[in-house]
């Protein structure tokens, strides 16, 4: 038997209606993370500063030491929706400005924008205005999601005024070694920047604009917010990243 264009496009809605029928029907089996031997998936751009997703992972070996955690990157073609929706992955940590709506989130801290350079740069030791800011030579990531601008393009977008983007990168984590031998100046949260500058040859300076502190949040889906085990799992994350808070 073949399903009918309508029997198919109702299909993973009766799914998703069955799941959360059985979430309420069926007793909530008592969770011991012990013992679990679940994999847990997290998607994040790799902005994030590393030594906090390190700090997630230490308290995952400690309190659930047979589980497995799966680190994803959210590149510009990926739909963190669509992968929250089938599954693919428990949570999201995103500082996207619009989220979608249909999504569950939960704040985790704020940060501010920088700008990054080498000690050695021509604009390093100078006080930066802000028509200095936007005619530097910028490094710019390319979009971490379709459709989405970054809190820096929608500043700029809002106050009509436009940098002068000389390259792209697709990985944040590339752009503090391209500025070492180059002219070029890179827009980062300060978590991310000062996690660089602390090991490389890099100044942290102002960036000289109004752009408002950046959100982070943690996003999941209505199909894992029963689960014992992915809350248990999103309260193990939001305890070390609210703990460790923003950078000054």
């Known amino acids: 038997m073949t399903p009918t264009e309508r029997g198919a496009a109702l299909l993973e ?3 998703l209606a069955l799941e959360q029928l059985e979430v309420i029907v069926t007793p909530p089996a008592q969770f011991e993370a012990n013992v679990c031997k679940r ?3 997290i998607g994040s751009p790799d902005y994030l500063d590393a ?4 700090e997630v992972l230490a308290r995952m070996q400690a309190g659930a030491p047979s589980a497995q955690v799966n680190l994803h990157s959210m590149g510009a073609s990926a739909s963190y929706a669509g992968a929250l929706e089938s599954g693919e992955m428990d949570v999201v940590i995103g500082n996207w400005p619009n ?3 249909s999504l569950r989130t939960t704040a985790l801290f704020q940060d501010h924008m920088v700008l990054l350079m080498r000690k050695t740069h021509p604009l390093a030791e100078q006080v930066l205005d802000a028509d200095a800011y936007l005619n530097a030579a910028h490094l710019a990531p390319t979009p971490y999601s379709v459709g989405q601008r970054g809190v820096v393009d929608m500043y700029l977008a809002r106050e009509r005024m436009r940098r002068n983007v000389v390259a792209h ?3 944040f984590n590339m752009a503090p070694y391209l500025l070492l031998g180059t002219d070029m100046v890179f827009t980062a949260p300060a978590r991310f920047a000062e996690h ?3 090991f490389l040859p890099l100044v942290i300076r102002p960036v000289p604009l109004d752009i408002p502190p950046i959100p982070y949040y943690l996003l ?6 029963h689960s014992a085990e992915c809350r248990w799992f999103r309260e193990q994350i939001v305890a070390v990243l609210r703990r460790s808070g923003p950078m000054h």
């Open 51 to 54: 030594r906090s997703v390190g």
């Open 99 to 101: 989220p979608p709506d």
């Open 39 to 41: 994999e847990f998936n």
């Open 196 to 198: 660089y500058a602390s």
């Open 13 to 15: 809605p009766v799914k």
């Open 169 to 171: 990168v697709p990985y």
């Open 220 to 225: 999941w889906h209505d199909r894992t917010h």
